[in-house]
C-alpha cells in the first residue's frame, strides 16, 4: 500500500521525497540515531535513492528482514526481549 501511495505522489507531483522521508524521521527515532549533518527531508531531497539503500542497510545490519515491510518485523521483533539496563557498576 505505502509503495503505490509513493509512485502515486511520485507521479502526479514530483514530490515523493517529502512522503519517504517521514519514514527515515520513524527509524531515526526508533533507534535513537543522530540527525546528522543534515535533515531527513533534506537528505531525500538531493538524493532520495542513496537515502532509501542508507536505510536499508541499517535495517539489514539490525537483524531486521526487509522484504517484509514495517508490519512483519514489527511482529517478528515485538517478541524479542531486552536485557534490563544495569544503573552503575557492579560488585562482588
Excluded at 546528522?36 to 536499508?56: G, I, L, N, R, T
Excluded at 526487509?66 to 539496563?85: C, D, I, L, T, Y
Aim: aromatic share 8%.
Amino acid at each position: 500500500m505505502n509503495c503505490a501511495i509513493f509512485m502515486l505522489i511520485s507521479l502526479l507531483t514530483s514530490c515523493a521525497c517529502l512522503y519517504s522521508c517521514t519514514y527515515r524521521t520513524r527509524l531515526r527515532r526508533g533507534f535513537r540515531l543522530k540527525e546528522d549533518p543534515c535533515k531527513d527531508c533534506s537528505v531525500h531531497c538531493c538524493c532520495m535513492y542513496c537515502a532509501h539503500c542508507q536505510e536499508s542497510r541499517e535495517l539489514k545490519s539490525r537483524g531486521f528482514n526487509v522484504a517484509k515491510g514495517w508490519e512483519g518485523n514489527a511482529r517478528q521483533h515485538s517478541e524479542v526481549a531486552m536485557a534490563p539496563a544495569v544503573q552503575g557498576a557492579t560488585r562482588r
